[in-house]
Structures are given as structure tokens and as C-alpha cells.
């Protein structure tokens, strides 16, 4: 038998004996088949694994753009899917992270980091994040490098501002990962206001072209509040960045960034007190290089809106700011005090009550215009509540008899306003002083102390009726303490404008104010003269002597130059008729001796 039959019969023999082992074993293969698959996959998972945490697998120079972004993808979506080791056991930690050296490593090189390519330098601070996320608390990068990591991190936030970019979403995702492991805490613990301020802008910048309240919103608060609060202190140009949204904005700016940056500084006031207060304090001392410096009471009014006790050892100093003997400044700090306080009037009570003092001491400064200041915010101070009213009336009763015509003018006005607003508080000797500017030698003072005046009891009447009840219906009136204050109000102006050495036109314009606004007016028909003869009766009835003798006098001069009047009247009226008689007899005569030629 030839060798080839014998391959033959061999190789048939051999077919025959496999197709009956086959056979025999095929249920053996199905039972062991399942397990034998898990294990290939799980083999080749570890496999896949072992090369995407592997050696050069993101680092090959030869890998095109399209298949560095593919593998890219493929680490981060496995680095995102690991978790994070646990820090009980120090040892298998570190035996965890050990896997996760290479891609370490690779994604700090200066090849992936500054990666000419838009998309591959996403990808990489994706990478980046999801490592510091399985390190942390402990970054394996030394500070150069983080630094270069962190400015990545800023570039990708730039595209949140575009929703409808093809990178925001991994951009969203980037800053939802780093705000969940608290990374501004060691970009802070690098001391670079570089990068904090890079930080800062971006995200003030995105923030206009997001809504408030969204989950974006919220994590962009979010990382620039804790930026804030792990400080351990903030440079002026740091603060310059975050005061400058919350002065008033101009017409370009977004309201949305001012409301974010009061928000940020509300939630880290306790953590940055110290900073504030020494950058405050530098710019009040004329010491500071800050942009800002010129603003600086502006910058103050702000902060204390968002939270007062930033400025706890600030205000202090604007005590000095309002006792220097400067011209500029004085004027200045009077004004933000009075804002300050007309916006918080709990300030003057519970805050700073010797800084309140020094403010209230200004109505005696050596400026008018400071002395004016003082006399509008008490105006509007009483109407506050809580208001300390003593100490103002006080100053205000000085300020009557100030010698600047405008301060008095003032003055009257303050009195007399607040008299309108709280009337069971004013003195009544500085409505007494405010009568005498009736006799004031300016005549623009005599006639706004008689027209507040008049309306000032015009308006009591009509929130409060007569002063002793309606004529002819009784009523309670005014009692004791308001009448003191204010029923003799009728009576002075009377008396002042026949007793007091005024002008005739004063006289004149002070019975013009009594029958325009202390009587109800005259309708076109005349039809209400009763009732104002009741009023005018009535007011007779509150007149003291020196009034009841004014009125007497002035009744009497009407009455004279009425006479006087109707003497002139029937004079004139006589020469007419007189004249008109003798034009008659002239024309007779003329026509006579016509005729008789």
C-alpha cells in the first residue's frame, strides 16, 4: 500500500473517530460554553483596559487628529466610568491609582495640553478632569503644571456662552465635573491671581448668556463663590474684578452680571472680610492703585447693600473722611453717609451710633453746601423708621437761623416736612422759628415760610379736621400736645403781616395765602361763601389777641380803602358827567352862532 493511501486511510479514520468524539461531547460544550464566554469577555475587557490606561496610547506621534480624538473619547468615557479610590486603606490606593500612570502622565505633556487642535484640547481637559477627580485631595502634578492644566480648564469655559456650539456640551461638562470636586480649591492654593483672574472674567462673561437659576447658572456661582472663600486673601486686583460688576452698570452691561456678583460676595462676605476691609480701608487713605479708587464711596454704598458687615471696620474711617479739612472730600463723604443712612436707617441705631453723631455735626460745617446736605436728609430721615428725631430737630432748629439765605431756606423746608410727616414729634419752638422767617430780610424766606406754613396746617386740617372739632358737629379736634404745635399757625400769620414791619406786598401776599389755602376757594358760582364763612369763623374762634387785633386793622384798612375807593369812584364819575355836560353846551353855542351868520 502506497504512503498517500495510507495518509488517506489515516486522515478518514482520523475524521471518523473526531465526528464521534464530537458527538459524545457536544452536551459537555453547551454546559461550559456560558461560563467560557464570560470569561472571554471579561479577558478581553481587561485587555481593552490594559490599553486604553496603557503605554503611548494617547501619546503615539504617529496617530492622526481623527484617531487621537477617538481614543481620547474612548479614556474619557472609562476614566468617567471608575471610581474613586478609597482613602481608608493607603496602601491599596495607591495600588488603584497606579493604573492610571501613563494617561497621567501623557495628558500633562506639552504635546496634549497645547495641542493645536480645538477639539483634541476638549477632549484632554475632559481627561484632566476625571483624573483630578480620582486623585483628589492630592494632585500628582507639580504647580507648573497644574497651572498649565487650570489655564486648559479656562480656555474650554469660554464656549459656554454658545449653547448651540458642538463643544458646549463637553464645556458643561467640564465645569459640572470640577465644580463637584471643589478644583477651585487648588487653583487658589496656587497664588496665582493670573489664573483667578482669567477665572473670574470668563466666567462674569458666560454668565450674561445664561439664565438664572439654571443648573449652568448655579455651578458658574458656584465655582466663583468658592474661589472667594478658600482664598486666604484676595489682592486688589482679584477684588477689582468682582466690585467693578456690582457698581452701577452702564447701558451695554447686563444686569444678570451685577446680580451675580452681589451674590458671590453675600455668600463669602465672613471669609473675605479681612481682604475687603483692608482694600477699602487703602482707597479711603488715598493709598490704593486700585481702578476702582475713585469710586470708592460708590464701591462702599454697594457692598453695604449685599452684606453690611463687610464694611465693619470701614465705616469707621469714613468718620475721619467726615471731620478732615478738605474740601473735596468732606463734601463727599457727607453725601454717602446720608444715603447710607436714608437706605439703612438701622445703621445710625444698632451699627454705628458715634458715626451717626459725626454726621449729624455737619449742619454746623464751615460749607453751605454741607450745611444744605444736612437740611434735604432730614427731610427724608424722619419719615424713616426707628428715625432719632431729637437730635436732628435740634440741628435743624440751629440751621433757621443759619447765615446762609439757602441753608434757611432749607431749613424752613425740613422743618416744616417733617412737621407734615410726624407732626406729634416736632418742637414747637421750631415751628415758632419758622414764623419768625416771615420777617426774614430776604423776601424769597418770608414768602416760603408763609406758604409751608399755611399748607402745613391746611394739611393737618384735612387729615385731622378742625383743630377743635367740625363747627356744628362736635368732635374730639386735635388734643393738647398738636394744638400747642400748630393752632396758633392762623392766628401768626395775621398778626406777623400787620405787626411785623413787612413791606406792603408781603401784607398783601400773606392775605392772599389765607384766603387761597387756609379757606376752602371760592367756586364759580359763589355757591359755597357759607362755607367758607363757617371756616373763616372758625379760625377766628383759634385767633389770639395780637391776631384778633391784626384782623381788626386789616378789616379796617378794607374798609377805608373801600371808602377811599368809592370817593374816587364818584369823583371820577362826577368830572365825566361834568365834562360831558359842557362838551353839550359847546356844541349849543357853536351851532347858534352858525345860524345867526
Avoid at 464570560?38 to 475587557?45: A, G, L, M, R, Y
Avoid at 401784607?507 to 389765607?514: C, K, S, T
Wanted: include cysteine; proline fraction near 5%; glycine fraction near 4%.
Amino acid at each position: 500500500m502506497s504512503s498517500r493511501e495510507t495518509r488517506k486511510r489515516g486522515n478518514s479514520a482520523s475524521s471518523s473517530s473526531s465526528s464521534s468524539s464530537s458527538s459524545s461531547s457536544h452536551k459537555e460544550k453547551d454546559t461550559t460554553s456560558k461560563e467560557d464566554r464570560d470569561h472571554e469577555e471579561q479577558s478581553n475587557s481587561s485587555n481593552n483596559n490594559k490599553n486604553i490606561l496603557g503605554k503611548m496610547y494617547i501619546s503615539d506621534p504617529s496617530l492622526s487628529k481623527a484617531a487621537l480624538c477617538d481614543r481620547l473619547k474612548r479614556l474619557a468615557s472609562h476614566l468617567s466610568e471608575m471610581d474613586q479610590p478609597s482613602d481608608d486603606d493607603e496602601d491599596k490606593r495607591e495600588r488603584e491609582l497606579l493604573v492610571l500612570r501613563f494617561p497621567t502622565a501623557d495628558l500633562s505633556s506639552s504635546a496634549l495640553l497645547h495641542h493645536k487642535d480645538k477639539e483634541v484640547r476638549l477632549l484632554v481637559a475632559c481627561c484632566l478632569a476625571d483624573i483630578m477627580r480620582l486623585y483628589t485631595p492630592t494632585l500628582p502634578y507639580d504647580d507648573n503644571t497644574k497651572k498649565a492644566i487650570f489655564s486648559l480648564f479656562i480656555e474650554q469655559f469660554k464656549s459656554l456662552d454658545k449653547p448651540k456650539s458642538s463643544s458646549f456640551e463637553k464645556a458643561h461638562f467640564l465645569l459640572s465635573r470640577l465644580v463637584v470636586i471643589k478644583a477651585a480649591i487648588p487653583l487658589v492654593e496656587l497664588e496665582d491671581d493670573d489664573l483667578i483672574i482669567d477665572l473670574l472674567k470668563t466666567l462674569f462673561n458666560v454668565i450674561t448668556e445664561v439664565q438664572a437659576g439654571s443648573q449652568l447658572y448655579l455651578e458658574i456661582l458656584d465655582m466663583l463663590g468658592t474661589c472667594l472663600e478658600e482664598a486666604v486673601s484676595l489682592s486688589p486686583p482679584v477684588l477689582d474684578v468682582v466690585c467693578e460688576r456690582i457698581l452701577a452698570p452702564t447701558p451695554t452691561d447686563a444686569p444678570e452680571v451685577a446680580k451675580a456678583a452681589a451674590s458671590i460676595l453675600a455668600r463669602s462676605s465672613d471669609h473675605i472680610q479681612p481682604s475687603v476691609t483692608k482694600y477699602l480701608n487703602a482707597m479711603l487713605e488715598h493709598e490704593s492703585d486700585s481702578d476702582l479708587r475713585d469710586k470708592a464711596h460708590e464701591l462702599l454704598f454697594e457692598l453695604y447693600k449685599i452684606a453690611p458687615g463687610l464694611l465693619l471696620y470701614v465705616l469707621p474711617q469714613m468718620k475721619n473722611e467726615l471731620e478732615i479739612d478738605n474740601d473735596s472730600v468732606r463734601p463727599a463723604a457727607v453725601r454717602l453717609m446720608s444715603k447710607m443712612i436714608l437706605t439703612f436707617p438701622s445703621i445710625a441705631i444698632n451699627y454705628r451710633r458715634n458715626l451717626f453723631d459725626a454726621f449729624i455735626a455737619r449742619c454746623s460745617d464751615k460749607s453751605p453746601e454741607i450745611r444744605m446736605e444736612l437740611m434735604n436728609f432730614a427731610s427724608a430721615y424722619v419719615s424713616c423708621p426707628g428715625a432719632l428725631i431729637e437730635p436732628v430737630n435740634r440741628l435743624i432748629e440751629d440751621r433757621l437761623r443759619d447765615t446762609d439765605e439757602n441753608v434757611r431756606l432749607s431749613a424752613i423746608r425740613a422743618v416744616v416736612e417733617s412737621a407734615d410727616v410726624r407732626p406729634d414729634l416736632i418742637e414747637p419752638k421750631a415751628i415758632l422759628e419758622v414764623a419768625e422767617r416771615m420777617r426774614d430780610k430776604k423776601p424769597q424766606i418770608r414768602r416760603e415760610a408763609a406758604i409751608r406754613l399755611a399748607k402745613l396746617y391746611s394739611n393737618i386740617v384735612d387729615k385731622k379736621g378742625p383743630p377743635r372739632g367740625t363747627p356744628g358737629q362736635g368732635g374730639e379736634g386735635w388734643g393738647s400736645n398738636m394744638r400747642e404745635r400748630f393752632e396758633w399757625i392762623p392766628s401768626r400769620l395775621i398778626s406777623i403781616s400787620r405787626n411785623g414791619g413787612l413791606m406792603p406786598e408781603d401784607r398783601m401776599r400773606i392775605e392772599h395765602i389765607f384766603d387761597e389755602i387756609l379757606l376752602p376757594p371760592l367756586d364759580a358760582s359763589c355757591s359755597n361763601v357759607e362755607e367758607r364763612t363757617l371756616q373763616l369763623v372758625d379760625l377766628l374762634s383759634l385767633f389770639a389777641a395780637d391776631g384778633l387785633d391784626a384782623v381788626a386793622t386789616m378789616l379796617k384798612e378794607k374798609q377805608m380803602l373801600q371808602e377811599d375807593m368809592s370817593t374816587y369812584l364818584a369823583l371820577r364819575r362826577g368830572g365825566i358827567e361834568s365834562s360831558s355836560q359842557s362838551s353839550s353846551q359847546g356844541d349849543s353855542d357853536e351851532h347858534e352862532e352858525a345860524e345867526m351868520e
